[in-house]
Antibody, heavy 118, light 108 residues
Framework: QVQLQESGPGLVKPSETLSLTCTVS?????????WGWIRQPPGKGLEWIGS???????YYNPSLKSRVTISVDTSKNQFSLKLSSVTAADTAVYYC???????????WGQGTLVTVSS | DIQMTQSPSTLSASVGDRVTITCRAS??????LAWYQQKPGKAPKLLIY???SLESGVPSRFSGSGSGTEFTLTISSLQPDDFATYYC??????????FGGGTKVEIK
């Protein structure tokens, strides 16, 4: 059974870098598909942040592209998100998910709340 | 970027009702559309992919239709477990994915 689990600090100071890791179990990241980050500000809708393919290619939301880096560590079966120069507007629940081709995001992590505050 | 517009934003319905949610794309996305259900405090759950394909384990009362720019999610007979928020998502271009604004299905 495929499972994803987000981890990282729940509180980040303004102007600093938000860093999260998604650990995947039940499926090898290097086997294929793509892996994505999606966020949801409190009380609002879903926003795609970006995706990384098993080939290493990355694609980012144009509105966040200048601040986002997604990478993968196949040895640990993990992929990571870095979002720089955060502000209060980046406060959200951050989800990681598996993108299974035609079935798009079929497995999701439980989500982790990241608050940007001094 | 492709914009996704869902309507209505809120829907009040009763158990047993037939419910329809619409999602419109700002340009053609062929059939590259998914529908998710989200309950408070939980991650979204995939219901429908490729516009009309039912995800494994999802009840058959859920169905999707449409292609191009207009899509619908239909719940044939609303059940108590179906009160939630529903999102559409386009994946026509793997380099830019977008979600609709969501439709909250409330108890009437």
């Amino acid at each position: 059974q495929v499972q994803l689990q987000e981890s990282g600090p729940g509180l980040v100071k303004p102007s600093e870098t938000l860093s999260l890791t998604c650990t995947v179990s039940g499926y090898s990241i290097s086997s294929g598909y793509y892996w994505g980050w999606i966020r949801q500000p409190p009380g609002k809708g879903l926003e795609w942040i970006g995706s990384i393919y098993h080939s290493g290619s990355t694609y980012y939301n144009p509105s966040l592209k200048s601040r986002v880096t997604i990478s993968v560590d196949t040895s640990k079966n993990q992929f990571s998100l870095k979002l720089s120069s955060v502000t209060a507007a980046d406060t959200a629940v951050y989800y990681c998910a598996r993108g299974a081709g035609d079935r798009t995001f079929d497995y999701w992590g439980q989500g982790t709340l990241v608050t940007v505050s001094s | 970027d492709i914009q996704m517009t869902q309507s209505p934003s809120t829907l009040s319905a009763s158990v047993g009702d037939r419910v329809t949610i619409t999602c419109r794309a700002s340009q053609s996305i062929s059939s590259w559309l998914a529908w998710y259900q989200q309950k408070p405090g939980k991650a979204p759950k995939l219901l429908i992919y490729k516009a009309s394909s039912l995800e494994s384990g999802v009840p058959s009362r859920f169905s999707g239709s449409g292609s191009g720019t207009e899509f619908t999610l239909t719940i044939s007979s609303l059940q108590p477990d179906d009160f939630a928020t529903y999102y559409c998502q386009q994946y026509n271009s793997y380099s830019s994915l977008t979600f609709g604004g969501g439709t909250k299905v409330e108890i009437k």
